[in-house]
């Protein structure tokens, strides 16, 4: 099969961990393990997040005295690809000897009257109590809102209209390649209604309805979005809470899914399986390879089609 798979940002950098590059270099090989299991046997693309270190960057780039202003988000994305798309490529590359690896600076087109732009939504970075989150949003200009444990900033989460590097990424599939791409969502730009000249936007795309949309354009089989719990649960962290092991896409969106959590991800889901026909899945990364399988994780197919 062709695969996609969605990693969460925090594969790399789990909450409360300090966000240094030695913690993110050991939590990569957890990472790898679960990937090489499936690349032996599959076509694999990997998409990543990067809420936490595209915060850890935006922090550093405000506070740093040799520059007249922080750097934009865009650019800030850019550089969160290469740093976890070189990790990926080396672990990868130690774990299936012999595979082509390629790890791709990747664009995504969004619209530049997107309402998401005056909504922000967007997780980024690490989590604050709120006097301090507070006054650091007074400081720099931040949107913050609440998060399960604290406070976060937010920033604009435009849709996702084009990956503009989907034919590059046909290619390197069709030589035998596993890409690494689409990193963060992808770089976020706009183009001009006339020249088409592209440039680069204040945001950070989602990278699930990213890696939903190049699934799609992909014609991969499968859509699997990996994170930090076994399966999307109904009513979660309340006594009602139920694991959802089947769905089909309109059962999911009736589940009322946090839009700042669970809700990208079974959006994600259910966009791809209503598009292509094809299967997504919602899970642990330890569990991959059985989620592939059918054995773990929320798995979500076509449903009957509407009367």
Not at 61 to 76: E, F, G
């Amino acid at each position: 099969m062709r695969i996609v798979i969605a990693l969460g940002g925090n594969a790399l950098l789990h909450r409360g961990e300090r966000p240094d590059a030695v913690v993110q270099e050991a939590n990569i090989d957890r990472v790898t393990t679960a990937i090489a299991a499936l690349a032996h046997d599959h076509e694999i693309v990997i998409t990543h997040g990067n809420g936490p270190q595209i915060g850890l960057l935006a922090v550093e780039s405000a506070a740093d005295p040799a520059l007249s202003a922080p750097y934009p988000l865009d650019l800030l994305g850019a550089q969160t690809q290469g740093m976890i798309g070189s990790l990926l490529a080396r672990t990868l590359h130690d774990a299936l000897p012999g595979r082509r690896i390629a790890a791709l600076v990747t664009h995504t087109l969004v619209r530049a009257d997107d309402p998401a732009f005056e909504h922000p939504t967007k997780f980024v970075g690490q989590v604050y109590p709120y006097d301090i989150a507070s006054a650091l949003a007074r400081k720099r200009g931040w949107h913050i809102a609440a998060d399960t444990t604290g406070w976060r900033r937010v920033v604009p989460s435009p849709v996702p209209e084009r990956i503009l590097e989907t034919d590059t990424i046909h290619e390197l599939l069709g030589s035998g390649t596993l890409v690494i791409c689409a990193g963060g969502g992808g770089v976020p730009v706009t183009a001009d209604f006339d020249t088409g000249a592209l440039t680069g936007a204040e945001a950070v795309v989602d990278k699930d309805l990213t890696a939903a949309l190049l699934a799609e354009h992909l014609k991969a089989d499968f859509l699997l979005i990996l994170t930090d719990v076994p399966c999307v649960y109904s009513g979660y962290g309340t006594p009602d809470q139920r694991p959802v092991l089947g769905a089909t896409p309109a059962e999911l969106r009736r589940g009322g899914f946090p839009e700042g959590s669970m809700g990208p991800k079974t959006e994600a889901a259910a966009r791809f399986v209503e598009r292509t026909g094809g299967v997504a899945a919602i899970g642990a990364l330890d569990a991959a390879y059985e989620i592939v399988h059918g054995r773990s994780g929320t798995l979500v197919r076509p449903g009957p089609p509407a009367v």
